[in-house]
């Protein structure tokens, strides 16, 4: 560096502030006027939590919670009414610790599965790379906001919407989510499969079926050459990201997929990850031969908030950097924002 | 198109406001200490604060394609900057006219460039506080904040050929404003 630049850089760094991080209440004071939601936004949200506790008997939820837990055992589980675990970040260090919060967390804050007339709404943002014929590509798509209303009862179809995050004016596209009856499987007839959109219905609720469940070998989901390529293990994670997406409103169907990945060998707690939007959290890592899952959680109250799904270092479809060395690369990413019980599709919570 | 993390983030909170903080998070440091160097304490509070809510509130044209979210941030805050003008410039007047305290302790070498520094810090403000605004934020931005040519020119709105030729001005009243009291400093020592 030249003489003049670092005798101006010597003297720049005799006038940073002696703290070295900005005042508290600076966060607050930036936050305080960028997060806050307009009233009526706010109160409408309310309202759809309210009602939606309220179409169905308080208990019924709080049933199959404690159903679930008294079935599958998880190790050290809290009574489903005790208050929610509030353990920091640096607490955690096993998979099966994260895993046993998750369940805490889904057991105290069990709200009602709808009625079968009634629709799952889940809105999620995700990115994904674009597949090219060397592998998959860093360059990423933009981010899209996905909306779903999926049957509760599974009975009648469902429908999906998609448009970019960032053009609010752009047209949804739409596509229906076909019924339960039209799907073919007869194993798992309503298992939710990425690109087809089908329905949630018949997931198991009880761990060691769920188990077998993730690490099933009827190829629903996947081809038989990726599924080997992939790897049981790296396979049983994605499902386990799958089930709990498809799960959001069903706990005992939760507590089932946390207690099933506690036999998922190869499982790493990763602290300080982040999902698409940005919320920080503790992830629960596989690195498989071909890609890498995340699991993210919120660190504080371990609600599952979304999945992270990179290339492994390893992995021959994996990146190089400009020193020819093996990097992540972004296959997807997907984060749930909000998941209600709506009466109808197009209703919004 | 490619977007880094923070591009996402940035992007996510036009839908999510509630994303807005992982990205006060990523930046505030790092914004607070170059407006704290430049205007000082009480100003660089509100300079910060400023350029977030202006973040917020543009994040929606932020186009990812023209410039990354570190530089479109500074680029806000340089323009919030340049109304606190005068405050800058008495800041630099003040720091000419203190006496430097030096801490020497550590390896030789270190005090006896912590020493040559402060041997130069009177010049040195004087220098930055005579210099036009445009090329004091360019100087600035290079020196204080690492940036790259093009990371300027993002910041800054203004093509790269303007970026050199700001800098080159801005470092020769900086050396001709320092070659009579540094003899280390080389006068024709080429950007």
Partial sequence: ?349 | MTMDADAEVLVVSRLDSAAFAALYDSFAAQLYWYAYQRVGEQTAEDVVADTFLAAFQQRASYDPSRAEVRPWLFGILTRKLARHYRTESARYRALARSVPEFVEDGPAEQVAARVSAGAVRAPLAEALRRLSVGDRDVLLLVAWCDFSYVEVAEALDIPLGTVRSRLNRARRKVREALGGIDPMIDQEDGV
Avoid at chain 1, 310 to 326: F, L, R
């Fill in chain 1, 1 to 349: 560096m030249s003489r003049d630049l670092w005798l101006l850089r010597e003297f720049g760094e005799s006038l940073k502030p002696p703290a070295g991080r900005p005042p508290d209440d600076l966060r607050r004071r930036v936050l305080a006027a960028t997060t806050t939601r307009p009233a009526v936004r706010r109160s409408r949200w309310f309202q759809a939590v309210r009602r939606s506790w309220l179409t169905a008997p308080a208990s019924a939820a709080a049933a199959v919670v404690a159903l679930a837990l008294g079935v599958v055992g998880l190790p050290d589980s809290v009574a489903p009414h005790d208050p929610p675990p509030r353990a920091k970040v640096t607490q955690v260090q096993t998979a099966t610790q994260v895993l046993r919060l998750a369940a805490d967390h889904v057991a105290v804050t069990a709200r009602s599965p709808g009625r079968p007339d009634q629709y799952i709404f889940t809105e999620s943002v995700v990115i994904s790379s674009a597949p090219n014929p060397s592998g998959w590509s860093q360059t990423s798509r933009e981010p899209t906001l996905i909306r779903e209303w999926r049957p509760v009862g599974g009975s009648g179809h469902g429908l999906t919407q998609e448009r970019p995050l960032a053009s609010p004016d752009a047209p949804w596209q739409s596509e229906p989510i076909p019924t339960c009856q039209a799907v073919q499987d007869a194993a798992h007839a309503c298992i939710w499969v990425l690109g087809a959109g089908k329905p949630s219905k018949g997931l198991p609720t009880n761990a060691s079926l769920m188990y077998e469940f993730l690490y099933r070998s009827t190829y629903d989901d996947i081809s038989v050459a990726d599924a080997a390529s992939l790897g049981a293990d790296a396979l049983a994670f994605e499902r386990a990201a799958r089930a709990l997406y498809l799960a959001q409103t069903s706990p005992a169907v939760q507590v089932a997929v946390f207690t099933a990945m506690t036999r998922i060998p190869g499982v790493s707690v990763r602290l300080g990850a982040r999902d698409v939007t940005g919320r920080r959290g503790v992830a629960l890592m596989h690195r498989g031969p071909i890609s890498t899952t995340e699991l993210v959680f919120d660190a504080t109250s371990y609600k599952y908030l979304g999945m992270n799904l990179k290339t492994s270092p390893t992995s021959p479809n994996g990146q190089v950097d400009g020193a020819g060395d093996s990097v992540e690369g972004l296959m997807a990413r997907q984060a749930i924002r909000r998941v209600a019980i709506v009466d109808h599709i197009g209703d919004l919570p």
